[in-house]
């Protein structure tokens, strides 16, 4: 069985500030990751993913994220928060070898001006 | 292009009634799935569909939920007696090929309240 824990439900920076929200999973084969986010009223949406190769993987708007097996983590960062990044974010895990997808539980982030 | 639809938005029920909801996916993605996402919690997995079959359905709480892809298209989600616990956002999602890394893109949900 796989889980993703997200660490803060709430995440409050000022704008400027550097971003970082945090996600650990638990997966019994290699997994494929992922981070969402989802705006107010509206569906899902797809930030970055890792699959395989290179552990750095770079998404829109300038977020980017990190896997590191040893430590089973997927870390989303951004060196600068905007005032349009104030959303609510979602760590996923997948095995490579299936499809659906075990999200965490969210986290909301909030950029204060 | 057009993305996932999911109609209606929003729908109100009294508990004991019986709701559909539909997906619509992006055309030609083989892959549909279904989530329901609580408040304050992340999607949970509900059921999968390749084509016109349910690949996995390990995710339906119980025998009030069903699911059809008649077509291998478009999707209706059914809840049969409603119960309060059934509120939720329901998503869909579709991907092109399944079993591959590609992405699942999401609806904008429809939001159940059972009252």
């Known amino acids: 069985a796989q889980s993703v824990t997200q660490l803060g439900s709430h995440v409050s920076v000022s704008e400027g500030a550097l971003v970082l929200l945090r996600c650990n999973y638990s997966s019994s084969v290699p997994p494929y990751l992922f981070w969402y986010v989802q705006y107010p009223n509206q569906g899902l949406q797809l930030l970055l993913k890792?699959?395989?190769?290179?552990?750095l993987v770079k998404g829109i708007n300038g977020f980017e994220a990190e896997f590191k097996k040893s430590e089973t983590s997927f870390h989303l960062t951004k060196p600068s928060a905007h005032m349009s990044d104030a959303a609510e974010y979602f760590c996923a895990v997948r095995k490579s070898s299936g499809d659906k997808l075990t999200f965490g539980t969210g986290t909301r982030l909030a950029v204060r001006p | 292009g057009a993305g996932v639809s999911q109609t209606p938005s929003n729908k109100v029920t009294e508990k004991g009634k019986y709701v559909e909801l539909r997906c619509d996916p992006i055309?030609?993605?083989?892959?549909l799935y279904w989530y329901r996402q609580s408040l304050g919690q992340g999607p949970e997995f509900l059921i999968y569909?390749?084509?016109?079959?349910?690949?996995?359905d390990s995710g339906l709480p119980n025998d009030r939920f069903f699911a059809v892809r008649p077509e291998g298209s478009v999707s209706t989600l059914k809840i049969q007696r409603t119960e309060r616990g059934d509120s939720a956002v329901y998503l869909c999602a579709s991907s092109l090929r399944p079993g591959t890394s590609d992405e699942q893109y999401f609806g904008p949900g429809t939001r159940l309240t059972v009252t």
């Open positions: 055309s030609g993605h083989t892959a």
């Open positions: 890792y699959t395989t190769g290179a552990t």
């Open positions: 569909f390749q084509g016109t079959g349910a690949a996995d």
